[in-house]
């Protein structure tokens, strides 16, 4: 990892995601967590402040050194445990059916592998429990599209590896789960960058009795 990357980025996206337009949509999207979470993706903290103290534990799961020192002022102020876990390779640290929610907020856009990681959220997750998504990704406005294709090499140099052209919810249900309910808007923004896949999914793909 390149000085860009490991010391300048992440504060970057510190600071960009940190604006009134991302908030309000982490508030709406992380009010029904609860339980053991594992939060792939964790960056600099800034979901903590939009869990509920339905919340009892925190695994955070985040390459970025430079994110968990941005990190601990917001752990500070949070009610539950935040315990970091790590990557074995592409397995996460983390036994079986261990959490209650997993969470992920614009974060499978740069993942180099999305298939393995919904892989692994698929394992650590409880059978009954779900996956809370909030993605940005591919419209299906062809003119959007087409720039979002030609765009994405320009995209993955400057943010990370971030693309803007993955198609979410058919990644999700590739990895077996069932999306039980989402939305697929523009936030606020330009278009190729902002066409969101918002909602939660189960592991199971027969509806829960």
């Given at each position: 990892m390149g000085f860009y990357e490991d010391?300048?980025?992440?504060?970057?996206?510190?600071?960009?995601?940190?604006?009134?337009?991302?908030?309000?949509?982490r508030q709406q999207y992380l009010k029904d967590v609860g339980g053991k979470v594992l939060e792939v993706g964790f960056g600099s903290g800034l979901n903590l402040p939009y869990y509920t103290n339905r919340v009892t534990?925190?695994?955070?799961?985040?390459?970025?050194?430079?994110?968990?020192?941005?990190?601990?002022?917001?752990?500070?102020?949070?009610?539950?445990?935040?315990?970091?876990?790590?990557?074995?390779?592409?397995?996460?640290?983390?036994p079986d059916k261990s959490v209650d929610a997993v969470v992920s907020t614009w974060t499978l856009c740069t993942i180099p592998n999305p298939e393995a990681a919904l892989k692994e959220i698929k394992r650590?997750?409880?059978?009954?429990?779900?996956?809370?998504?909030?993605?940005?990704?591919?419209?299906?406005?062809?003119?959007?599209?087409?720039?979002?294709?030609?765009?994405?090499?320009?995209?993955?140099?400057?943010?990370?590896?971030?693309?803007?052209?993955r198609e979410i919810d058919s990644l999700i249900r590739s990895a077996g789960f069932r999306i039980l309910?989402?939305?697929?808007?523009?936030?606020?923004?330009?278009?190729?960058l902002s066409y969101m896949y918002g909602g939660a999914a189960s592991p199971q793909l027969v509806p829960r009795a």
């Open positions: 010391q300048i980025l992440p504060r970057g996206i510190n600071w960009t995601m940190c604006w009134p337009r991302f908030s309000k949509l534990h925190l695994y955070a799961l985040d390459p970025s050194q430079v994110g968990r020192r941005l990190a601990a002022k917001r752990i500070r102020q949070v009610p539950f445990p935040v315990e970091f876990v790590e990557l074995e390779g592409e397995r996460f640290n983390l650590v997750l409880n059978p009954e429990g779900s996956y809370y998504f909030l993605e940005h990704g591919l419209s299906p406005d062809r003119s959007v599209a087409r720039f979002q294709n030609l765009w994405n090499p320009i995209q993955k140099c400057f943010a990370g590896g971030c693309h803007v052209n309910g989402y939305k697929r808007f523009y936030m606020e923004g330009p278009k190729f």
